[in-house]
């Protein structure tokens, strides 16, 4: 089926360190991240503006690098490096497979491999039509990949934060993937998913998504055509999280 038109002209897409690491289960999977970049070139040639937010969970988590006895701060910063090899290697598909314009801003200074995160030149890059990565968390330890992606969705006043899941196609009252008959959720306040703690995402990031009226819509990247449909206001698909039903 195909669509002609975007409902939204800016988002922010969420995507996981797990999305990365394909059929391989650990690490960074080549064909996983070709897949994720031509979903990515779906959406620009709709003209949507695409900032990106990436997680690097498949490289390292700093919550369970300290459960081994690794001082926190220092793990979770050994996380946002994560996050910048995650954000090169989908810089480097996108270009390279697609020829798209991307720039990666970086929350911590590497300053030989990504721009620092300046957020008017973000979005200057967005209105030129690069594709902009946010790498490096928020900077600070402490603070999620989720917390990281509502904080740059308000600030470059993106319309919609698409959270993209592996093999997870919405929001359940239970984990789809350990209870067989878990109920697929629709729709969800903010409030109503920070009260009954689906796993949305955390509660800083969602408090932060309630407070600034920004909806979140759940789904499965790699279930066929989804973000394209998504994009042009298919309601069916994934689940949402907004302050009224009608998104």
Same mark, same amino acid.
């Given at each position: ?37 031509? %979903?990515?070139? @779906?959406? &620009? $040639?709709?003209? =949507?503006?695409?900032?990106? /937010? ?19 701060? #220092?793990?979770?910063?050994?996380? !946002? ?6 954000? *090169?290697?989908? %810089?480097?598909?996108?270009?390279? +497979? +697609?020829?798209?314009? /991307? ?5 911590? #200074? ?14 200057? +890059? ?5 594709? /902009?990565?946010?790498?490096?968390? #928020? ?5 999620? #990949? ?7 969705? =308000?600030?470059?006043?993106?319309? =919609?934060? *698409? !959270?993209?899941?592996?093999? /997870? ?8 993937? *350990?209870?067989? $008959? ?6 969800? @306040? +903010? ?17 932060? &998504? !309630? ?35 009608? *998104?």
């Amino acid at each position: 089926m195909q669509y002609g038109g975007a409902k939204y002209d800016r988002v922010l897409l969420k995507l996981s360190g797990e999305s990365f690491t394909g059929e391989r289960g650990y690490g960074t999977d080549s064909d996983a991240v070709a897949y994720m970049a031509q %979903q990515i070139k @779906t959406i &620009c $040639d709709l003209g =949507v503006q695409t900032g990106i /937010v990436v997680g690097g969970g498949n490289i390292l988590r700093g919550w369970e690098a300290e459960s081994r006895g690794m001082d926190r701060s #220092t793990a979770d910063y050994a996380g !946002m490096l994560a996050t910048i090899i995650n954000s *090169l290697a989908l %810089q480097d598909a996108l270009e390279r +497979h +697609h020829g798209l314009p /991307v720039r990666t801003q970086s929350a911590i #200074t590497v300053q030989q491999i990504a721009e620092p995160y300046i957020r008017r030149r973000a979005i200057r +890059h967005l209105e030129k039509g690069r594709v /902009v990565i946010f790498a490096g968390g #928020t900077g600070n330890p402490f603070m999620t #990949t989720d917390t990281a992606a509502a904080l740059r969705s =308000v600030e470059i006043e993106a319309k =919609v934060l *698409l !959270m993209a899941k592996n093999n /997870v196609d919405g929001i359940y009252d239970a984990d789809p993937r *350990l209870v067989p $008959d878990a109920a697929k959720i629709k729709f969800l @306040t +903010h409030q109503e998913a920070l009260e009954r703690r689906l796993g949305v995402m955390d509660s800083t990031a969602l408090s932060l &998504c !309630m407070d600034n009226d920004l909806p979140i819509i759940v789904f499965d990247l790699f279930e066929t055509g989804s973000i394209e449909k998504i994009i042009a206001g298919d309601r069916l698909v994934g689940s949402v999280v907004a302050s009224a039903p009608a *998104l």
